[in-house]
């Protein structure tokens, strides 16, 4: 996939999408003794310290670790001497992929992984240029080993730190082709675990969150946020809360109100009794309950032919022509990220500029939304880009950072505006909720001729993106859209239809985005083909896939459970899911679940999971796996308990007391396990996720031959199945 | 003025005694390991010793505490050095390590009364910390870990 890329000093990579990247000298690494920046991500101290930039924050993924590591490797940096830098908000370390500094859809590793490993060995190149000349030998003749340079024919060795000494990044850096980066044979880091560097400080409080960000002068503030879309402040009863010992403004913004005072604990309890009355908003009426109902109709009327997001061959001519059609519905509810640091930011405006402290995905937009609101260039915006606690897409979105920018404007001192997890729940940004019916051509002989997937939802991308973005992809949300298709499948003729509407919510992509509820509705679909055909579910599903790495993943799945081994009161189900673009390659994942189902009570227990995936070349496998477990456990705590619903265009829920997500005594033990692979990593973290609904409603299935349908699977609709 | 105990340290704090004794730490103190998750004891982000036991800085006034002995993770008994803080760097348990301090403190006082929990006990002792990175088989086998070294 990579081959055939080039990179010059202002290059182009090529392989699908148009990337641009460029390397400039002078960014980066703080000014030190040595080499100074080599170029945007490099530079090495005279005792041999190799500084390393990381060009995304840190969420908890482990990419500032893995990034870096992929530069160390085409540097051949001796690991032990690598320091780790977060970078500067710059063009010089935008994703090719965003065109930006942006952590989203698993895509930092796959995204940097060609300008990183150029960035590396055009660092190395400069060092090997260095000694080139000063020892007078063609710099052919030179090669590396672990932070040394190496002349074999004369025996002459170098370490880098004494290369630091005189080595300087010349004005025209040299430019690197592909053919100049390591074969993958070669690599010594990656494909190794590493210990993840952040780890030690996180094991001791001593990571800096923008929660735990402190300035001398600092006020702290919370934000009482407007229910849903549109909705403004028309009045509130701040005025008689300032009165109060430590409260200094109570100030209207546009979609909230802000208190602000000099202790965190009288900002709170007066935020306790902030009363705001809002104007009917876009979703002022929204009830999901009856939005639900609505999306079933939409659904079921073939007269409305929605947003065609894919369509392959005529599937209404097949679909017409079966001999059979096998149809079913779904449903997902609305879900809360519940990232475990609710969000903060902290915002100083002066004179000079603004500085900004936040834990978000797009610190570019943030940067660049702060120069807009405050009128000034973007060079003038530092945003310190400090570890997340949590995002999984939350922070995709940049509310609370805009938020603070305008408090810390009006009272014209540092700032930390911080949600109380009340409000940071109620401001939601939320998976959209799902309807879905399937339907399936069968001919006489029971193969698949046609698949329809209608697909009801609200939007993500007109909120993430601008609604210009939604035009210009013609109306398709590839988020929420995202796998509701059997794309894998052999399947002759088949369409999706997007029937959307807006309900003034609040949305933003959600860890594993569509796959999450589409692959729910396409592999229970696939399940309930099998029964009907008489087959084994897991044999199926492999005679009915059409590439060889799906079926890998599913028949990997299946050995490591044990598929066929019978099993007193439990039951075993399995899933398909995927993550990723066709065009930038996809990782692949079949998950086994082992599910004990107690009938009288009408409750679930997952007791274990197996997971095959294949990610490509997997950079750091054991951290890669524990991604994968991450999410696999974000699917069970989806499917099982996670539900945000809305009434009156407000969230009903208030806290982790009433939004259940997954606990210690409910998580069931997880393997994961590594196949296929290859020269290219693939997106990871969030891959695992949209293989476990289904995986846990088809054990179900198998226990009782009843289907769970509608994610989350509470007890009240566990025991509805199992009596209806 | 409040007398404090915190981390063996005897301090006095200017807070009202109805103020949560998790901003005292973080605000007044700038014990910034201890977090804030929910405030409505629903988490375990915000877990300290107090008298020896797990309690949930969010949700305990400290008027309260007043001359009661606190034990933040800053106080943990040999710092980077602790068998739990070791067990959590070799196993490699954090992800975005929000609530993992709250983790350590719980798992803390499980050791210190069974020093060799099976998983399910485990798992039933961190019921209310929460992780949204899911890094519960990783405590498990943290803490398991420390126990073994310990
Ligand atoms: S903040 Fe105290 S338990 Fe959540
Ligand atoms: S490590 Fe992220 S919440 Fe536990």
């Given at each position: 996939m990579s081959t055939g890329t080039t990179l010059t000093r202002r290059g182009v990579l090529a392989g699908g999408l148009a990337f641009t990247f460029t390397f400039t000298a002078g960014e980066g690494a703080a000014a030190q003794p040595g080499t100074g920046p080599l170029n945007a991500y490099v530079a090495i101290a005279p005792d041999g310290t190799i500084t390393i930039q990381a060009p995304v924050p840190e969420m908890g993924q482990g990419t500032n670790t893995a990034l870096p590591l992929i530069v160390a490797e085409e540097l051949d940096a001796d690991w032990e001497k690598v320091r780790i830098e977060t970078a500067p908000v710059r063009a010089a370390y935008d994703s090719p992929i965003f065109r930006s500094q942006f952590v989203v859809a698993s895509l930092s590793v796959r995204g940097y992984w060609m300008p990183l490993r150029m960035a590396g060995a055009q660092a190395r190149r400069v060092l090997l240029d260095a000694v080139a000349a000063r020892w007078g030998v063609p710099v052919e003749q030179l090669s590396t080993e672990p932070s040394t340079v190496v002349h074999a024919a004369s025996g002459r060795r170098m370490s880098y730190g004494e290369v630091a000494g005189f080595a300087r990044a010349p004005a025209t850096?040299?430019?690197?082709?592909?053919?100049?980066?390591?074969?993958?044979?070669?690599?010594?880091?990656?494909?190794?675990?590493?210990?993840?560097?952040?780890?030690?400080?996180?094991?001791?409080?001593?990571?800096l969150f923008a929660m735990d960000v402190r300035l001398p002068g600092m006020l702290h503030a919370t934000v009482a946020r407007s229910p849903g879309l549109g909705a403004r402040p028309v009045s509130h009863n701040g005025a008689a809360l300032l009165g109060r010992p430590g409260i200094t403004h109570v100030l209207p913004l546009d979609q909230g109100v802000a208190i602000v005072g000099e202790r965190v604990e009288a900002v709170l309890a007066a935020r306790r009794e902030l009363s705001v009355q809002w104007s009917p908003g876009e979703g002022a009426a929204h009830d999901s309950e009856a939005a639900l109902t609505s999306y079933l109709e939409d659904v079921r009327d073939a007269t409305k032919p929605g947003v065609q997001v894919l369509r392959t061959s005529e599937p209404e001519q097949a679909l017409a022509g079966a001999a059979r059609v096998h149809s079913a519905e779904f449903t997902s509810d609305y879900v809360y990220h519940g990232q475990m640091e609710?969000?903060?930011?902290?915002?100083?405006?002066?004179?000079?500029?603004?500085?900004?402290?936040?834990?978000?995905?797009?610190?570019s937009l943030v940067r660049d939304e702060a120069a807009r609101i405050l009128g000034i260039p973007a060079e003038r915006v530092t945003v310190h880009m400090l570890t997340m606690g949590g995002g999984f897409g939350r922070r995709a979105a940049i509310d609370y950072a805009v938020e603070a920018v305008h408090v810390a404007r009006a009272v014209g001192r540092?700032?930390?505006?911080?949600?109380?997890?009340?409000?940071?729940?109620?401001?939601?940004?939320?998976?959209?909720?799902?309807?879905?019916?399937?339907?399936?051509?069968?001919?006489?002989?029971?193969?698949?001729?046609?698949?329809?997937?209608?697909?009801?939802?609200?939007?993500?991308?007109?909120?993430?993106?601008?609604?210009?973005?939604?035009?210009?992809?013609?109306?398709?949300?590839?988020?929420?859209?995202?796998?509701?298709?059997?794309?894998?499948?052999d399947v002759p003729a088949t369409v999706t239809q997007h029937l959307y509407r807006e309900h003034g919510v609040r949305t933003a992509p959600w860890r594993g985005i569509g796959a999450g509820p589409n692959a729910f509705a396409v592999e229970a679909v696939v399940d309930d083909l099998a029964r009907q055909a008489g087959t084994d579910p897991l044999a199926y599903r492999l005679?009915?896939?059409?590439?060889?790495?799906?079926?890998?993943?599913?028949?990997?799945?299946?050995?490591?459970?044990?598929?066929?081994?019978?099993?007193?009161?439990?039951?075993?189900?399995?899933?398909?899911?995927?993550?990723?673009?066709?065009?930038?390659?996809?990782?692949?994942?079949?998950?086994?679940?082992?599910?004990?189902?107690?009938?009288?009570?009408g409750t679930l227990r997952v007791l274990r999971l197996w997971c095959a995936a294949d990610v490509g070349l997997a950079v750091q496998p054991r951290n890669a796996m524990r991604q994968i477990e991450s999410s696999l456990l974000w699917g069970v705590s989806s499917a099982l308990t996670e539900r945000l619903t809305f009434r009156d265009g407000a969230v009903q829920q208030s806290n982790f007391t009433d939004y259940e997500m997954l606990r210690a005594p409910d998580t069931p033990e997880v393997q994961v396990r590594f196949v296929g692979g290859g020269e290219v990593p693939l997106p990871v973290a969030e891959l695992g996720l949209g293989t476990v609904a289904p995986a846990i409603s088809n054990a179900v299935m198998a226990a009782t031959g009843r289907r769970l349908a509608a994610i989350p699977f509470t007890q009240e609709r566990v025991r509805a199945a199992l009596a209806g | 003025m409040i007398p404090l105990n915190v981390n063996a340290r005897a301090v006095t704090v200017e807070a009202?005694?109805?103020?949560?004794?998790?901003?005292?730490?973080?605000?007044?103190?700038?014990?910034?390991?201890?977090?804030?998750?929910?405030?409505?004891?629903a988490c375990g982000a915000c877990t300290v010793?107090?008298?020896?036991?797990?309690?949930?800085?969010?949700?305990?006034?400290?008027?309260?505490?007043?001359?009661?002995?606190?034990?933040?993770?800053?106080?943990?008994?040999?710092?980077?050095?602790?068998?739990?803080?070791?067990?959590?760097?070799?196993?490699?348990?954090?992800?975005?390590?929000?609530?993992?301090?709250?983790?350590?403190?719980?798992?803390?006082?499980?050791?210190?009364?069974?020093?060799?929990?099976?998983?399910?006990e485990i798992l039933e002792h961190m019921q209310g910390n929460l992780c949204r990175c899911a890094t519960y088989n990783q405590v498990v086998d943290a803490i398991q870990h420390a126990a073994r070294e310990a």
């Open positions: 850096l040299p430019e690197i082709t592909p053919a100049a980066l390591k074969p993958v044979s070669a690599f010594r880091l990656i494909g190794r675990d590493v210990a993840r560097f952040d780890v030690p400080a996180k094991a001791r409080g001593q990571t609710p969000l903060t930011c902290v915002a100083s405006v002066t004179e000079g500029g603004v500085e900004i402290w936040a834990g978000t995905q797009w610190p540092p700032v930390k505006v911080m949600a109380m997890r009340e409000d940071d729940m109620a401001n939601a940004h939320v998976r959209p909720m799902t309807a879905h019916r399937i339907e399936v051509g069968l001919d006489a002989a029971g193969r698949i001729t046609a698949w329809r997937h209608r697909l009801a939802s609200d939007l993500v991308v007109p909120q993430l993106y601008g609604r210009a973005r939604l035009e210009a992809q013609r109306g398709v949300d590839h988020i929420v859209t995202y796998h509701a298709n059997v794309a894998h499948y005679a009915l896939l059409r590439d060889a790495r799906a079926r890998a993943v599913v028949e990997a799945a299946g050995a490591m459970a044990e598929w066929s081994r019978p099993r007193a009161g439990t039951h075993l189900g399995i899933g398909f899911s995927k993550l990723g673009l066709p065009q930038l390659g996809e990782a692949l994942a079949a998950t086994v679940a082992e599910v004990a189902v107690d009938r009288a009570a | 009202a005694p109805d103020t949560p004794l998790l901003w005292v730490l973080r605000e007044h103190l700038g014990l910034t390991g201890t977090k804030y998750g929910c405030g409505v004891a010793h107090l008298d020896g036991e797990a309690v949930r800085a969010c949700s305990v006034p400290v008027g309260e505490v007043a001359g009661r002995p606190v034990t933040t993770i800053e106080g943990l008994p040999g710092g980077a050095e602790n068998p739990l803080v070791r067990a959590w760097v070799a196993v490699q348990t954090p992800q975005c390590g929000y609530c993992q301090t709250g983790q350590i403190m719980q798992a803390a006082t499980l050791l210190a009364r069974s020093p060799r929990p099976s998983r399910e």
